[in-house]
């Protein structure tokens, strides 16, 4: 089922202050929205993700708008309006899901958005809540009016997620406003799973949000980078692979695998990131079963272990050292060679080269070398 992700954008959110949209204040380092976006697009799982704007954020369009991965789509006069705008804007896209997520929570985890995804294998809608533990009380004129039993009670996070169907089908049944499109399936008869929501998933409402989202973000990061290096001598042959791209050449590349020597740098840093010794650790040069091999696997190999680990790739630099050949034209094929095999998007692959002005054995031309360094981040 593919699963589109709608984040909703365009509101002014003036009681945090700031005297900008609270979605494009900065937040330890990065915009709000940057970090919420952010979190969908490391996921495999999810699709395409519509972005909802407001029009007066001209700016933020005009960025966006080169984004290939993005639909961007017009804010309502309201939040609902907003949504439904934002379901139009997948038509033709091929979702069959949308998780619909505030961009205010940019503190949202992987783990929940997993969660909620999984919850829609069995149910036409789910969404995460936080089960309500202090004593509520009523109150008026900063007295206490009353006691409020808490038995049953959630406190409603976002990403709310939908078949897509089913949400286009409230949307266009319901009438007036609603606090969330909980509310509307729920008009419309739908069941709502509740997913076990996280207290760290906040909405950034006033200012004092910005300070814990702050520390929220520095206690979960967990950042590792790793660095490969990988050399082949030239020997007989007509073309040589890099990066997983076939180029013509006079000769070819020596070694145990298909010498591919841009996927095997790539391919250790992400082992070194991890602690996890080189390729030759997991694929022994012994074994007469890797020789030959399309160096695809190596790479895949080490994207699904940092996965398996509970890492995320984050971005991937790959620089390749030679003379000939000419590496320009082929760097986007090859960053996107390597993006399919890890599951990210190309536009977290760099892929660049240098000459060694015609010093060392790159300079002679005796062969081509390769650095990588890879960042991953926990999960």
Not at 274 to 293: C, E, M, N, T, V
């Amino acid at each position: 089922m593919i699963t589109a992700a709608l984040l909703v954008a365009a509101g002014r959110g003036q009681r945090a202050g700031g005297g900008i949209p609270k979605q494009w204040r900065p937040l330890a380092g990065r915009r709000v929205a940057d970090w919420t976006l952010a979190q969908f697009r490391a996921l495999p799982e999810i699709g395409p993700i519509v972005l909802v704007l407001s029009p007066e954020d001209k700016a933020a369009w005009d960025e966006f708008a080169k984004d290939s991965r993005l639909i961007l789509a017009e804010g309502g006069s309201d939040r609902a309006g907003s949504v439904r705008n934002g379901l139009a804007a997948l038509d033709g896209s091929g979702a069959e899901a949308v998780l619909i997520h505030d961009i205010a929570r940019p503190c949202v985890s992987a783990r929940l958005i997993r969660d909620v995804i999984a919850a829609l294998d069995t149910s036409a809608a789910a969404a995460p809540g936080l089960a309500v533990t202090d004593a509520l009380w009523t109150g008026a004129e900063d007295r206490v009016t009353g006691v409020q039993d808490r038995n049953g009670l959630f406190a409603a996070q976002t990403p709310q997620g939908f078949h897509l169907d089913a949400i286009r089908a409230a949307h266009a049944a319901h009438t007036g406003g609603a606090a969330d499109d909980v509310e509307v399936v729920r008009a419309a008869g739908l069941a709502v799973t509740i997913v076990p929501g996280d207290p760290d998933n906040l909405k950034i409402t006033t200012p004092g949000d910005f300070a814990r989202a702050e520390r929220i973000l520095g206690q979960h990061m967990d950042i590792r980078l790793g660095n490969g290096y990988d050399v082949h001598r030239f020997g007989p042959g007509d073309h040589v692979t890099l990066c997983g791209v076939t180029i013509p050449h006079g000769h070819g590349l020596v070694g145990h695998s298909d010498a591919d020597v841009g996927m095997h740098a790539v391919t250790d840093a992400i082992y070194g990131a991890l602690a996890q010794g080189d390729i030759g650790r997991h694929f022994p040069p012994s074994d007469p079963q890797w020789k030959g091999a399309n160096s695809a696997i190596f790479l895949r190999h080490a994207g699904d272990l940092s996965r398996q680990m509970g890492y995320r790739i984050s971005n991937v630099d790959c620089t390749l050292v030679c003379e000939r050949p000419k590496i320009g034209p082929h760097a986007e094929a090859m960053a996107e060679a390597m993006a399919v095999i890890l599951q990210i998007p190309a536009d977290r692959i760099s892929v660049k080269a240098t000459t060694s002005e015609r010093l060392g054995f790159t300079g002679r031309e005796e062969g081509i070398a390769a650095l990588a360094t890879v960042a991953l981040i926990g999960e």
